[in-house]
C-alpha cells in the first residue's frame, strides 16, 4: 500500500501544453522532492522543499515550478511542455532527518508530441 | 562534497547464483547513511536495505546484505541467490543531515535463466 501518490502515471501530451504533475503523501513528511529521469539513467534532483512555503531548486535546472501550500501536497507544473520535457518523474519524501531514506511515489511517465 | 560512485554500468549473473553490486563513497562527515534502491523497467524506487554508518554489523534483509567496509568507504549489496525478477536497475545512495541525498549513477542487473 502506497504511501506516497503520483498522478498520473503515464502521460502523453502537445507542445505548448500546461500540465501539472500530482504528488501526495500520507506519512506527514516534512520533506519531498522531484527527481527527473530518463530511462535507465541517473536520476537528477530537479525541487525540493523542506515544509510548507518552502521550495528550493535542486541540482539540475528545470522549467518546471513547484509549490508547497499543504505538508501532504507537492505538485510540479510545466507551463508550456515540450518534446525536451519528455522523461520520467519521481517524487519522493522523507522525515526531517533523512537517516530513515526516502519514499518515492510510482512516478509519472511524461512524453510531448 | 559528498559522491557516490557505481563503476559497474551493467552486470550479468546466472540464475541462482550469487552477485555483488560496487558502490563507494565519499563524505567526510561521521555520521551518515547508506542506502539501495531497486528500480524495476516499471520505473518505481523501490527501497531495499540501509546501514547506519555507526552500525557495527553488516545489514541484511532476506537476500539482500550489504557488505560495509567502512575504512575503505564501500557499501556493496550482495544478492544471494539471484532470481529472474532481480533484473532491474540498482542505485546506490547515500545521506548526511541536513542535506539531500546522494544517488550514483546505478547498476543494471540482468538474470539469466
Known amino acids: 500500500e502506497a504511501d506516497i501518490y503520483q498522478t498520473p502515471r503515464y502521460l502523453v501530451i502537445g507542445t505548448g501544453k500546461k500540465i501539472t504533475l500530482e504528488c501526495s503523501q500520507t506519512m506527514g513528511h516534512d520533506k519531498m522532492y522531484w527527481y527527473q529521469q530518463d530511462p535507465g539513467m541517473e536520476l537528477h534532483l530537479i525541487h525540493y522543499s523542506y515544509g510548507v512555503n518552502s521550495t528550493e531548486k535542486g541540482d539540475l535546472s528545470s522549467e518546471s515550478t513547484v509549490s508547497r501550500i499543504r505538508t501532504e501536497h507537492f505538485p510540479l507544473t510545466l507551463e508550456s511542455a515540450r518534446p525536451s520535457h519528455t522523461s520520467q518523474y519521481l517524487c519522493?519524501?522523507?522525515?526531517?532527518?533523512?537517516?530513515?531514506?526516502?519514499?518515492f511515489g510510482s512516478g509519472t511517465r511524461l512524453t510531448v508530441v | 562534497a559528498q559522491k557516490i560512485t557505481q563503476t559497474q554500468p551493467g552486470m550479468f549473473v546466472q540464475e541462482k547464483e550469487a552477485v555483488t553490486l560496487d558502490c563507494t563513497y565519499d563524505?567526510?562527515?561521521?555520521?551518515?547513511?547508506l542506502f539501495w534502491y531497486k528500480q524495476p523497467s516499471s520505473g518505481e524506487m523501490i527501497f531495499l536495505i540501509y546501514?547506519?554508518?555507526?552500525?557495527?554489523q553488516n545489514a541484511t534483509e532476506g537476500r539482500y546484505s550489504l557488505n560495509f567496509q567502512k575504512a575503505r568507504k564501500s557499501a556493496n549489496l550482495v544478492i544471494s541467490a539471484s532470481q529472474l525478477g532481480d533484473s532491474a536497475m540498482y542505485f546506490c545512495a547515500m545521506c548526511n543531515y541536513g542535506q539531500n541525498f546522494v544517488f550514483g549513477p546505478g547498476t543494471r542487473l540482468s538474470v539469466l535463466p
Open positions: 546501514q547506519g554508518s555507526y552500525d557495527q
Open positions: 519522493a519524501s522523507s522525515e526531517y532527518r533523512e537517516l530513515h531514506g526516502y519514499t
Open positions: 563524505t567526510s562527515d561521521p555520521s551518515y547513511g
